[in-house]
């Protein structure tokens, strides 16, 4: 397979981009049997588009020579602004309106948990520098090519989802900036969805310049809030009467959504030279990667959780989250004494959804194209559009029902992920010995020279069976998990099982996967 060189011009000097990039005719011209000449009018699109900086490129390998951004800080913030959001607010709120958790034991799980489950996000993190490939392209040399396909499924739906979970919040927030001219909820989820199409289209550059400074003002306000919520905080002792155990599991592993949008944000600028310095920004000394994920989940999920303690001294703040939900617990606060500036507040709050939902509608555009050929031949900038229409329709319908899709919705992503991890570690320590020579990028297209994928679906039906059967929610409780913990609730160790059954029966099928398929 030819390739074209790149067309860019790297500054040497000052170590980055030349600030007119143009990849476009490299995409559209690549002889990789993707069918772009089916698209061609849209190409024809995206290539004047490319004259403005809107990235084309889209789960194309990215050659060695094209690695060439030698920081890990744009990674930083990235995850830095993408996390500090009303909807990491709102999942703060979640340990004592749906678990009855006291403070304590919120902020505790939070804590402990979130360093926790932040490891593997850090350490898939240095796969894309790496490989120069995406998350989800990665997994076809551990999953094959067909199985691959359901994590691909469960995460363009993970993209939808927690973009319509997004979008309701910071519905909910702009609905609380007035109580007398209120917007109505299809306009407030309107204005977050362009917000979020207009930094999204327009790729990878603009994405990282965006999240680069859009953390500030929503820092600052957070800041504000904090002080106006501080003296009414009720810490309670422990104990306080809810059911930790099945709290964890939705609470916390949801966080690692991240893990599936990693290498969507990594695998264009680092250069393999950069390797190390990524893993150790990685690790647990609080480098740019680990702290770009705990410092705003920590602290904001925190501040969420101290807000619903707040009620047994405000009660018009428990009337406001009962009415308008985690915007109106947001809004009383601010607009109870600031005012006309509280409100201001409000709405570069709601906006600052906009940084969380970007890494979703992005990562569904290039996840879309790892389904088929045909999905890869559509350019990147269209599925973008066509997804924000999709869970647009989505966040309207459901603004109703947000609490219970939430919730839903964070078990489903934490259980598969569990399974998703332990394949991709698995098949990369055991059967390719922790050795980046023994994996071929350039392959990742290629049918017959990824693994057969017999191993991985049976390792993942496997890992499902663990989930069902440890499992403890509001709607559904498995048979062990219902021996744990609280009658009323169970104790939730679905995660753990998942990552058990799945541990303990891939090795073994993949060890005769390899020797009779070769791969």
Not at 127 to 142: A, D, E, H, V, Y
Not at 197 to 220: C, M, N, Q
Not at 226 to 238: C, L, P, R, S
Not at 279 to 305: D, H, M
């Amino acid at each position: 397979m030819s390739e074209p060189k790149p067309s860019f011009e790297y500054d040497t000097e000052k170590g980055k981009l030349d600030d007119h990039v143009h990849t476009t005719t490299n995409i559209a011209q690549l002889e990789d049997d993707v069918p772009r000449g089916k698209f061609r009018k849209l190409w024809d699109i995206v290539q004047r588009l490319d004259a403005y900086g809107v990235e084309a490129r889209g789960i194309e390998r990215v050659q060695p020579d094209e690695r060439i951004q030698s920081s890990p800080m744009p990674v930083f913030w990235m995850w830095l602004a993408a996390n500090l959001t009303i909807s990491t607010f709102s999942l703060g709120t979640l340990g004592f309106s749906i678990f009855q958790l006291g403070l304590r034991e919120s902020v505790l799980v939070i804590l402990l948990f979130n360093l926790l489950t932040t490891i593997p996000v850090a350490y898939f993190s240095t796969w894309g520098p790496k490989l120069g490939l995406r998350q989800l392209t990665i997994s076809r040399f551990s999953f094959g090519y067909i199985t691959s396909l359901l994590p691909v499924i469960l995460n363009c739906i993970a993209c939808i989802g927690w973009s319509v979970v997004n979008s309701i919040v910071g519905g909910q927030t702009l609905r609380a900036v007035s109580s007398s001219h209120q917007i109505p909820m299809w306009a407030a989820i309107l204005v977050i969805a362009i917000g979020t199409i207009i930094v999204s289209f327009t790729g990878y550059k603009f994405v990282h310049l965006y999240e680069k400074w859009s953390w500030v003002p929503v820092f600052i306000i957070f800041c504000i809030y904090a002080g106006e919520i501080g003296k009414y905080v009720t810490v309670g002792d422990w104990d306080a009467g809810g059911d930790i155990e099945a709290g964890i599991c939705p609470l916390v592993w949801s966080y690692n959504r991240w893990i599936r949008l990693r290498l969507e944000f990594t695998s264009l600028p680092i250069t393999a030279c950069t390797f190390l310095k990524i893993w150790r920004a990685g690790r647990f000394s609080g480098g740019p990667i680990s702290a770009g994920l705990n410092l705003p989940l920590i602290l904001v999920e925190s501040l969420g959780a101290a807000a619903m303690h707040t009620f047994a001294q405000k009660t018009t703040w428990e009337e406001a989250y009962n009415t308008l939900g985690v915007g109106g617990l947001l809004g009383v606060p601010l607009t109870g004494t600031m005012h006309g500036f509280g409100s201001f507040l409000m709405v570069i709050l709601a906006l600052s959804i906009i940084a969380n939902n970007i890494p979703n509608i992005y990562s569904l555009s290039v996840t879309f194209q790892n389904i088929h050929p045909f999905c890869q031949a559509i350019p990147r900038i269209f599925v973008v559009i066509i997804g924000s229409v999709v869970y647009i329709v989505l966040a309207i319908v459901g603004a109703s029902h947000f609490e219970e899709w939430l919730d839903t919705l964070l078990v489903i992503l934490s259980y598969w992920l569990a399974i998703f991890i332990t394949i991709l570690v698995e098949e990369h320590l055991i059967f390719r010995g922790a050795n980046w020579a023994n994996y071929e990028p350039n392959d990742y297209n290629n049918f017959r020279k990824l693994p057969l994928g017999v191993a991985s679906f049976f390792a993942l039906a496997f890992g499902v069976m663990g989930a069902v059967l440890g499992m403890a929610q509001l709607w559904y409780v498995g048979v062990i998990g219902g021996k744990i913990g609280l009658p009323q609730f169970g104790g939730d160790i679905g995660f753990e099982l998942a990552f058990a059954f799945t541990a303990v029966t891939f090795p073994p099928l993949r060890y005769l996967e390899k020797r009779y398929w070769g791969h």
